[in-house]
């Protein structure tokens, strides 16, 4: 296979697929076959690019992608691409990301933006509801979903472009490599049903009910788990979120990276938690990322 694979310069549970120039040259013609716009209104488009992508690297990818994504000790991809030309623009970040959706899972509707992917902003001036595009303010550690009916197993975020941007470095931990993980998941209130709402720029009008841990096939913990959305009911629950997230955000086993423009990161939802530090302050700060989360293919 053309893409290389190697561990990642911090840690070897995240690993880093490189994809060559001269590859991402040979998508450029069945890329052009699907616009957008049939990409968000005809589902079936997506399998079928998803398919031509797999195929240029000889139908290994997606079983590369698989393992990876459900290997506990691993769980998290990096693609790298070598794009500095500018053929490979926004609209095709898209139909790479959407490709590589459609390799591993179904995405999820996402309310956000009434289509199976968002695009959002980080700019200098904000006024949203969420500390989702809040630059000056640390998107402390969570997993996605939280706050919906739907099954969330893994998520995609790819930077489509940015300028004027120093710091807001991608943060992850996975949950193994977690000081209190024994701590907190064992204890009980961990265990209890939370009330999980959100803001109104998600579009979600109902509450949900769910634990913040639970376990896996193999008896082994995941979380389910954001700081802004859970409703505590009680002092219990409502200092058990503060020990929770305190004992997050000072874990020492953090992995802290850039993400170069045009890379997307893969991540397996139940036992990766992920965030954003702070940027430095610029009037001309500008970040725009693509979302797809959803669940693995039964």
């Not at 199976?116 to 969420?130: E, L, N």
Request: aromatic share 12%; net charge positive; with cysteine.
């Amino acid at each position: 296979m053309s893409f290389t694979i190697n561990s990642h310069e911090k840690t070897k549970r995240v690993q880093v697929v490189n994809i060559k120039h001269e590859d991402l040259d040979r998508l450029v013609f069945p890329f052009k076959k699907h616009t957008i716009t049939s990409l968000e209104y005809k589902p079936f488009s997506r399998f079928t690019l998803a398919k031509s992508l797999d195929e240029v690297f000889e139908n290994k990818l997606s079983k590369v992608l698989l393992k990876i994504l459900n290997d506990r000790d691993t769980g998290t991809i990096i693609i790298e691409t070598e794009i500095n030309n500018k053929k490979f623009d926004k609209d095709f970040l898209i139909k790479l990301s959407t490709g590589l959706a459609y390799l591993v899972g179904n995405p999820n509707f996402d309310s956000m933006t009434g289509k199976y992917y968002a695009r959002f902003y980080v700019k200098h001036q904000d006024a949203s509801d969420s500390y989702l595009r809040k630059a000056y303010t640390n998107l402390d550690l969570h997993t996605d979903g939280t706050y919906v009916k739907e099954k969330t197993d893994w998520l995609i975020m790819t930077k489509m472009e940015e300028q004027g941007v120093s710091g807001g470095e991608s943060v992850i931990l996975h949950l193994d490599d977690w000081e209190h993980l024994d701590e907190l998941s064992k204890n009980p209130v961990g265990q209890q049903d939370f009330v999980w709402g959100s803001p109104k720029s998600k579009n979600i009008e109902y509450k949900v009910k769910h634990p913040i841990f639970k376990k896996d096939n193999n008896g082994k913990p995941i979380i389910s788990y954001i700081d802004q959305f859970p409703e505590p009911k009680n002092m219990e629950q409502g200092l058990f979120l503060q020990r929770l997230s305190d004992c997050l955000e000072e874990s020492k086993n953090k992995i802290e990276f850039p993400l170069p423009v045009g890379s997307t990161i893969l991540s397996n939802n139940y036992f990766w938690l992920h965030g954003r530090k702070i940027f430095k302050e610029n009037t001309n700060l500008s970040r725009e990322l693509l979302r797809i989360r959803g669940t693995f293919f039964n």
